[in-house]
Nanobody, 126 residues
Framework: QVQLVESGGGLVQAGGSLRLSCTASGGTFSTYRMGWFRQAPGKEREFVAAIWWSGSVPGYADTVKGRFTISRDNAKTTVYLQMNSLKPEDSAVYYC???????????????????WGQGTQVTVSS
């Protein structure tokens, strides 16, 4: 059983930065496609970024492109989300997710992911 634990969330002023981490235990992390999603109150969970086992990044949400960077360290079984130039609309609970049987082109779809972390709150004040 794969367990994912996120950390690094918090309160930050607009324009600031945060780095989220997600550490996996169990399973074979180095073979998983990993993703970050977020969910704001009253809204559906939305895709943020994804990364293949190799470190290749298939894409970012348009709303974060150029500001957020996803990366991973397979030796540490950890995926990161560096968030810069944060905006109040980035406030949400951020979740990491693991997909152990990824299909090409499906990286934006939450149901494609098999394991989820508990989430970490990010709040950006204006």
């Amino acid at each position: 059983q794969v367990q994912l634990v996120e950390s690094g969330g918090g309160l930050v002023q607009a324009g600031g930065s945060l780095r989220l981490s997600c550490t996996a235990s169990g399973g074979t992390f180095s073979t998983y496609r990993m993703g970050w999603f977020r969910q704001a109150p009253g809204k559906e969970r939305e895709f943020v970024a994804a990364i293949w086992w190799s470190g290749s990044v298939p894409g970012y949400a348009d709303t974060v492109k150029g500001r957020f960077t996803i990366s991973r360290d397979n030796a540490k079984t950890t995926v990161y989300l560096q968030m810069n130039s944060l905006k109040p609309e980035d406030s949400a609970v951020y979740y990491c997710a693991a997909d152990y049987s990824p299909r090409l082109g499906s990286y934006r779809s939450a149901p494609e992911y098999d394991y989820w972390g508990q989430g970490t709150q990010v709040t950006v004040s204006s």
